[in-house]
């Protein structure tokens, strides 16, 4: 059998960044970083780091040739610090030595004489102040102002969500070489090549063609290397272009958690409008985003919060408004979800607080509202295929929900120092880059005379399995062994112009320029077959596993002696094909569009235990219906749906930042950041993939499957509230995620005010 990634990471043979051979003549980089969140710098001092033995270079800014500029969306992000410090651990001086130890003993001994500006961490303190990115957004539709008499209870609130550390395996990192031709090949570990390779150009004042991107995989990824991959590649490549050698730079965990952002903590006012029912009339929501100090991918992050606003449900009076808030913390980035989750996590709140003053329970709402076909979302897009009734039923025909209340309900009335609590989690999640520019990708096959494919996209391996689903989508093309394929390593020299893998599209994008790459040969191969065989209409000829079939029968002709016939003939066995997802478009001025090209469904049911003496809790299940059209690979998808649901729990319940006011981060190392462990998991996943669900809008009718199931973790949030509610029934709890043990402990004791 073929090793693929998956073979080989289970082996523990996966080679990384980190494992690359180097060339003898390599150097090693380590990053000088603020400790100080908010200053002028009035004096840089290198001369004891550059009297260290060994020590080769330290570079500042004055020693970048071309633009001292790393922003992507906006331009307002430095390589590195000039005179103004925006934040606790970006970069200021590039330390290059012979080897690692020593670089990084050289930047400590930088010395920074620093004026300190006042610094703010609190996005509302910052919107106050002014210190807004981007345009104000608003998005409406209907009429919520002139709604409100007419519902029969309207609720206010507010509610916040934490950050979240990507905590990916392999830590940031670049190996830049320089080339005869004056350019570099660089070796990064990034979601983007082609931005790594933007990025690159920009800061040596170098064209596209000079700068060589290659990823063999990443160790993780989660969004963290959609755009925070840059800075490093970008400065181990200034080292390269000094020194004329070969430079390696990777973080450590601690300088990773420290200087690399993370998900955008949010802070949001809604106010919902319902029937005595349960039946939603309006909903109007404010997101303050804490952006941090530059704006990253933070415009971006907030469309996408915008527009999934309502998640899962119908709402005809929505008036939705978001804020990139700039603080003075390490620019928030992409993560999973990517300011979904934000959005969902809000108007769950929103439903639970509802729940609560109409006392019945959040399911009902849930359902009451949940979308149909052609019901129109805020930014003007109607609902199409839309599976979430038919989740719906199909979880509620296996579990019944009403049982399931009443058995905690049971197990309440029995037990004093445990509580159960449960929620329902749907989910609705849009699949597309929002920036429509963004959808498309190439690909390039060979098929080489011995009858063995290689092909290469543009998406990168990060251990979600894409170079999988890539191998199986041009297997079904030609009809042949999966074992003939090989997935090529990412090189921006052989796939151009790419997105990065992200927006949970890797293997849409890819996957479909892999399928018309294959196409284009196939139909190649059929006319050669036609000619050997002497048929007139190639349409008669099919290969079904290596066989060429005429009108459905066998012929003699097979895969390999198919193959060598057309080479023979002089037939090109290459083709490049190039993938735009069709009819997908947004207008900005008037916030109306159809930006999604479909969207992906699904339900999650949650049941936990809550220790009421230790404030600990246990997740007893949770039991997941989600639609993925028809799977290209249902064990991979249902990775992805467990490695989404525990990373999502994690984000709702233990994984805390925690600030000083002075912006450093206190939850620096894995001994104070938690992150969901096996015992931790949740003591039953069960996933079940809905059937006869194909998906018109993707490739072999699946569906995008990486973030949707991020959000099923919100569940977790709810299920919990719901157990303390029942220790508790005096007590309307208000609390912002996570929801750590110590926090539901104080909560449960508190006196009610
Ligand atoms: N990245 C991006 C994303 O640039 N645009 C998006 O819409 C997106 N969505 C999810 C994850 N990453
Ligand atoms: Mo992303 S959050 O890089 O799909």
Redesign the pocket.
């Known amino acids: 059998m073929k090793l693929t990634d998956i073979n080989l990471h289970t082996q523990g043979q996966a080679v990384f960044l980190d494992d690359m051979t180097l060339l003898s003549n390599s150097l090693y980089a380590s990053v000088f970083c603020s400790s100080t969140a908010h200053a002028k710098i009035s004096k840089l001092n290198i001369q004891e780091a550059l009297k260290l033995d060994g020590v080769k270079a330290v570079l500042t800014s004055k020693d970048i040739p071309g633009e001292n500029q790393i922003g992507g969306i906006i331009q307002d992000e430095e390589l590195l610090a000039d005179k103004h410090i925006h934040f606790a651990g970006q970069p200021i001086a590039l330390i290059i030595a012979d080897n690692a130890k020593t670089a990084l003993t050289a930047s400590k001994k930088i010395k920074l004489d620093l004026e300190p500006l006042p610094v703010i961490i609190d996005p509302r303190e910052a919107y106050i102040n002014n210190h807004v990115i981007g345009p104000i957004r608003t998005l409406e539709i209907g009429a919520v102002d002139k709604v409100w008499n007419q519902c029969d209870c309207v609720i206010e609130g507010s509610v916040d969500s934490g950050g979240q550390e990507h905590y990916y395996l392999e830590r940031q990192g670049c190996i830049a070489v320089p080339l005869e031709s004056g350019g570099f090949k660089l070796y990064s570990s990034t979601q983007a090549p082609t931005a790594v390779q933007k990025a690159v150009c920009k800061v040596l004042g170098l064209p596209m063609n000079e700068i060589e991107v290659e990823v063999n995989r990443l160790g993780g990824a989660f ?1 963290g290397k ?1 755009d925070q991959a840059n800075p490093w590649a970008a400065l181990a490549a200034l080292g390269a272009y000094h020194l004329g050698k070969p430079v390696k730079l990777t973080l450590n965990r601690h300088e990773d958690i420290r200087y690399t952002g993370k998900r955008h903590p949010y802070s949001s006012d809604f106010k919902i409008g319902l029937t005595t029912e349960g039946q939603i009339y309006a909903y109007e929501v404010t997101f303050y985003q804490n952006s941090g100090a530059a704006a990253d ?1 933070s415009t ?1 992050i907030m ?2 919060t915008l527009y999934h606003t309502t998640n899962s449900y119908y709402i005809p009076n929505v008036k939705t408004t978001g804020i990139c808030c700039q603080t003075n913390l390490p620019p928030f980035t ?1 993560f ?3 300011g979904a989750p934000q959005a969902m996590f809000v108007i769950e709140t929103a439903i639970a607080r509802a729940a609560e003053k109409l006392q019945m329970s959040s399911h009902t709402i849930q359902k009451m509202n949940l979308l149909k076909e052609g019901d129109v979302f805020p930014y003007g897009m109607a609902v199409k295929n839309c599976r979430l009734a038919r989740l719906w039923q199909e979880a509620e025909k296996q579990y019944n929900f009403d049982n399931i209340y009443e058995q905690c309900r049971q197990f309440n009335k029995e037990n004093k120092a445990y509580k159960k609590g449960v929620a329902v989690m749907p989910v609705s999640f849009g699949v ?4 429509t520019m ?1 959808n498309q990708a190439g690909a390039l096959v060979h098929v080489y005379s011995d009858g063995s494919v290689g092909v290469s996209t543009g998406a990168i391996e990060m251990g979600q399995g894409v170079n999988m689903k890539m191998i199986l989508i041009a297997a079904r093309v030609f009809s042949i062994s999966s074992d003939r394929i090989k997935v090529e390593n990412t090189n921006t020299t052989r796939v151009a112009n790419t997105s ?1 893998t ?3 599209s890797g293997a849409d994008l890819n996957g479909q320029a892999v399928f018309l790459a294959c196409g284009n040969i196939l139909e190649r191969l059929k006319r050669v077959a036609a000619n050997e065989l002497s048929i007139n209409d190639i349409n008669e000829i099919e290969i079904k596993d290596e066989v060429v079939c005429v009108n459905n029968q066998k012929t003699d002709l097979n895969w390999l002696n198919l193959i060598l016939k057309a080479f023979q003939a002089r037939t090109n066995l290459s083709s490049q094909a190039h993938y735009a997802t069709p009819s997908i478009h947004y207008d900005k001025t008037i916030e109306k569009g159809e930006p999604f090209r479909y969207h992906a469904y699904g339900i999650a049911i949650t049941q936990v235990t809550l220790d009421c003496i230790r404030g600990t809790y246990d997740i007893d299940f949770v039991k997941i219906f989600h639609d993925v059209g028809k799977s290209i690979n249902p064990l991979i998808d249902q990775g992805q749906i467990e490695g989404g649901l525990l990373q999502g729990i994690g984000w709702m319940t233990i994984e805390e930042l925690l600030y000083h006011d002075d912006g450093q981060l206190i939850t620096n190392n894995s001994s104070t950041y938690k992150i969901p462990d096996i015992k931790f998991t949740p003591q039953e996943v069960e996933v079940h993939l809905l059937t006869q669900a194909e998906n018109p809008y993707a490739v072999l009718n699946s569906k995008a499957i990486g ?1 949707p199931p991020f959000m099923y973790g919100i569940g977790c949030y709810f299920a919990i509230i719901n157990a303390m509610q029942a220790f508790r029934p005096d007590m309307a709890f208000r609390i912002s995620s996570p929801l750590t043990p110590e926090k539901v402990l104080t909560e449960l004791y508190k006196s009610k005010s």
């Open positions: 969004g959609e991918l971006a469309e996408r992409a999973r979800g990517f597309s880059f929002t920036n963004m990065p992200a927006a949970s973030e």
